[in-house]
């Protein structure tokens, strides 16, 4: 099984959050911050318990942080609650969802059949930059259109692929031995 | 490259001179309707293009978009600009001035190299630069999710940025059209041959039929001799000669039958006219043409008399008639001094009475001979007509028998001159056997000289099968070339189909390579957007090879544009144009401005689009974006990471008295408490 705690703060940090743990509540809580956002990422042993203890688990965390929001200034606003569990079947899942629709004193990301870390990584998508950076490198064009005109005379792809008119190309096609 | 500041006067609704400068981080433009949000978007745009392409229409009532760039208000500005200016990493910058009166003060080409990687840029670089840098609130369903799917191909292919070197697909097209051409010719030229060949063909062997009937030469020549000077001609020229001698010969041997018909015709006409049948007949009609001549003499004779009658016996009847009427006239006088009215001899009225009614009594007892006459001179001209035809018919009867002599005499006399002009003995114009015979004879002569002439170009002939046959092989071997050429140039057309196919099936699998590099982007940030709490994923889908089409799908393939709502679909455009956005590595400007981007969308997903646009932050991106709700801007300026390094800053825009939109205030985002819940950990660390 996952070790959801770990994997999230391996990618938080990655993402340039620095996260630690607090040991203090009924569940494993793990604190994130960056220069604009900070939150506590809560885990729990199943949906049920996720569902059930979710507002209790939030209310001691936040209690325990009240002076430290308190001196937050703007980025009081900025404060995430994540309650994530695995295990869960795809009614009590969309349940648990349910519960980032509560907007009341934090944003809240809440899901309950986290599985792999791709399940993890898309949880946490709200925390993290732009994660997929598409490369596109040169396509190597003349070298593929080399490759893949075998069946054409060479002198003809040199023309084409050079500065020869189309009409110079055509014309070595129909010379061409 | 960053949007550094923007600088405009008279500009669409800024009548005043305006300067915005942007957050290195972001900027958050806020302000109600109608206050120049999106025309600080538009002045970027025009800044650098020259024109606004938000706009489905540009003319309207004889007025077009051009008639609205420049400020239409109350009042004068003081110049009618706008400027536009950029700030690299390095700290190196440039601005752009487009002003109306003379335009931009750099060129497209300079504005590109500025912006764009040189060589990887697409067509129309700036347009394409705007239109994927600045998504505006009316395109963001309309240039994504409702797009058609060649439109969202185009779209996805342009922002993708050209395929390195030139364009290759058109000098394909080129290539295969210019050899396309060389292979109608060379087919046209080949068909042209084959014709020649086959109408060569057919002249050789119509010659080797003539050839064939070759005989004796010498003979034939012989009996030319005859015909036509032998000497100092060529053999064709004999032939020739030979051939219109034949023709008249024909010709005079046609005319000798017709003159032997008349031989025979007049020899006929001879025997009738000496016949005594003729002669008796001859005689007899004489005779009855004289007494016929006597037979009208005497009917005439008594015609006159029957009319010479006629005349007298009406001249009687005349006078009887005068006669009464004298008598009726003495009657009705009566008595003139006793004397007689009519004849004044004297008389007693007796005697006077007496007189009248012996004058009525003679009169009365008189007969007309006047009917007998008439009669009579009816029957003398019955009979003198009579007579007239009699003799009209014996007079023709003895003309006939002489014109009959006298054509006989004709035709003789014709005949024999004939005979003469074609020196013929006269005796055979009594002698037609002998001139069938002469006849038959040239017959004869004349079937041996076109024999002759047959052999003679028979003999040509074989000299003509060694040319033709020297052509035909001339003409096979140019068939034969003009064939070769035409199987190369089909193989030139295959090279050049293949070129052109292969050009085409190289590009279109660059860009599906380059949109297999996009997918996961534009699967993330849909995820991060989350239009749909069931469907989180998103596929594109390219089919089509000529015409591409670019189809997105969700859940079990269905497509988005018609399964969601308005919201998602914005949602799910966005996701759309802002992976469009991220995958340009032709564009160097890192900047995306959003024109109010949350029309439609609930809370939840608008807060999803905050972290969104915060993770582009994170990831190098500065964003501007415009937004009506002043609770919105606030959100998106704290969750907005501003940075000393890269701050950021709102501009909150409305009307000013005496019209004109105006930035009212600027603020300075002030960048987050650092460490907030650290310090709670040290706290916890200590205790």
Redesign the interface.
């Known amino acids: 099984m996952m070790d959801i705690a770990t994997q999230s703060e391996v990618l938080l940090r990655s993402a340039g959050y620095e996260t630690w743990t607090w040991p203090g509540g009924s569940v494993p809580v793990v604190c994130f911050e960056n220069a604009s956002v900070a939150g506590f990422l809560h885990v729990f042993g199943s949906g049920e318990g996720l569902l059930a203890d979710w507002r209790q688990v939030q209310q001691a965390t936040l209690g325990r942080h009240a002076a430290a929001l308190r001196s937050a200034g703007a980025k009081a606003w900025n404060f995430y609650a994540l309650f994530l569990a695995s295990g869960s079947d795809p009614v009590l899942a969309r349940q648990i969802e349910r519960i980032e629709e509560d907007f009341s004193m934090t944003r809240k990301i809440a899901r309950g059949d986290l599985r792999t870390a791709a399940d993890l990584r898309r949880t946490l998508l709200p925390l993290l930059p732009v994660l997929s950076a598409p490369t596109i490198g040169g396509a190597d064009y003349r070298a593929r259109l080399r490759a893949r005109l075998s069946d054409v005379p060479d002198a003809a792809v040199a023309a084409f692929l050079g500065v020869a008119s189309a009409s110079d190309v055509a014309r070595i096609l129909v010379d061409a031995p | 490259m960053r949007l550094d500041y923007l600088e405009l006067c008279g500009f669409r609704g800024f009548r005043e001179r305006q300067r915005v400068d942007f957050g290195p981080g972001f900027t958050v433009i806020c302000g109600r309707n109608g206050v120049g949000k999106s025309t600080l978007c538009d002045a970027v745009e025009f800044a650098l293009t020259g024109q606004i392409d938000k706009y489905l229409v540009d003319k309207a009532a004889k007025e077009s978009l051009d008639d609205y760039v420049w400020w239409r208000g109350e009042g004068q500005p003081e110049a009618h600009f706008v400027t536009v200016g950029f700030r690299a990493d390095d700290g190196s910058g440039f601005a752009v001035t487009r002003s109306r009166e003379t335009g931009a003060d750099w060129d497209a080409a300079r504005i590109e190299a500025m912006l764009c990687v040189p060589g990887a840029k697409p067509e129309r670089a700036l347009q394409q630069v705007c239109r994927t840098s600045i998504i505006r609130d009316e395109w963001i369903a309309a240039l994504s999710l409702d797009l058609t799917e060649t439109q969202r191909f185009e779209l996805v292919r342009a922002a ?2 050209a ?3 030139p364009d ?1 697909a058109a ?2 097209r ?2 295969l ?3 396309e ?2 292979h109608n010719a060379a087919a046209h030229a080949y068909e042209e041959a084959r014709a020649r060949l086959t109408a060569a063909l057919t002249d050789l062997e119509e010659t080797r039929d003539v050839a064939l009937k070759a005989g004796d030469i010498a003979a034939a020549l012989s009996s030319l001799d005859g015909l036509t000077a032998a000497g100092g001609q060529d053999l064709g020229s004999r032939v020739a000669a030979a051939r219109q001698a034949l023709a008249g010969r024909r010709l005079g041997l046609g005319e000798m039958g017709r003159v032997a018909d008349e031989v025979r015709a007049v020899s006929a006409l001879r025997d009738t006219v000496a016949g005594p049948e003729f002669r008796a007949s001859r005689d007899a009609a004489a005779v009855a043409a004289a007494e016929a001549e006597v037979a009208v003499r005497e009917a005439r004779h008594a015609l006159e008399a029957a009319e010479a009658r006629l005349r007298r016996e009406q001249e009687t009847d005349a006078l009887a008639a005068s006669l009464a009427i004298l008598v009726d006239h003495g009657s009705r006088v009566g008595l003139h001094d006793d004397r007689c009215p009519l004849c004044r001899a004297p008389q007693g009225a007796s005697e006077f009475e007496t007189g009248l009614a012996a004058a009525r009594e003679r009169l009365a007892a008189r007969h007309s001979g006047v009917p007998e006459a008439r009669a009579e001179l009816a029957a003398a001209r019955t009979r003198h007509e009579a007579a007239a035809e009699i003799l009209r018919e014996t007079e023709a009867a003895v003309l006939r028998f002489a014109s009959a002599e006298a054509e006989l005499s004709a035709r003789e006399e014709a005949l024999s001159a004939e005979l003469v002009r074609r020196s013929l003995d006269g005796k055979l114009a009594h002698d037609a056997g002998a001139l069938d015979a002469a006849v038959q004879a040239e017959r004869s002569r004349l079937i041996d000289l076109e024999r002759s002439i047959l052999t003679l170009e028979a003999s040509q002939a074989v000299e003509r099968v060694t040319d033709l046959e020297a052509h035909v092989e001339a003409l096979r071997a140019e068939a034969d070339a003009a064939g070769d ?1 035409l199987a ?2 089909r ?2 057309v295959t ?2 189909r ?2 052109d196919r ?2 085409r ?2 590009n279109a699998e ?1 860009i599906d ?2 949109l297999a ?2 997918s ?2 534009l ?3 849909y ?2 957007l989350r239009p749909h ?1 069931e469907w ?1 994923t998103i596929d594109y889908g390219i089919r089509g090879d000529v015409k591409r089409f670019l189809s997105l799908r969700v859940g079990n393939g269905l497509n988005p544009q018609f399964v969601f709502s308005s919201g998602q679909r914005r949602a799910a455009g966005l996701a759309f144009l802002l992976s469009v956005h ?2 340009r ?1 032709w564009c160097t400007w890192r900047t995306l401005m959003l024109d109010d981007p949350v029309q439609h969308i609930d ?2 997903r608008a ?2 689009l905050v ?1 969104v646009l ?3 932050q ?2 190098g991106r500065q964003i501007v974006c415009a937004v009506e709700d002043p609770s919105l801007a606030e ?1 998106l ?7 000393p390094a890269a701050p950021g800053r709102r501009h909150d825009l409305d009307l000013v008295s005496g019209g004109g939109a105006s930035v009212t205030r600027s603020t300075d985002i ?12 040290d706290l ?1 660390a200590a205790g």
């Open positions: 993708l940025g395929i390195e070197g290759y000098k394909a080129e290539v059209s210019a050899a051409g060389t050429r190369r140039v193989t030139a090279a050049a293949t070129l292969t050009v099936r190289t660059i390579e380059r590099v996009i996961p982007l699967n993330e940030l995820q991060r709490s989180r991220l995958s590595p809370d939840f807060l999803h972290e915060s993770a582009l994170r990831s959100l300026c704290r969750r907005l990471i501003s940075e002030a960048p987050a408490i650092a460490g907030v819940l650290g310090r709670t950990r916890s």
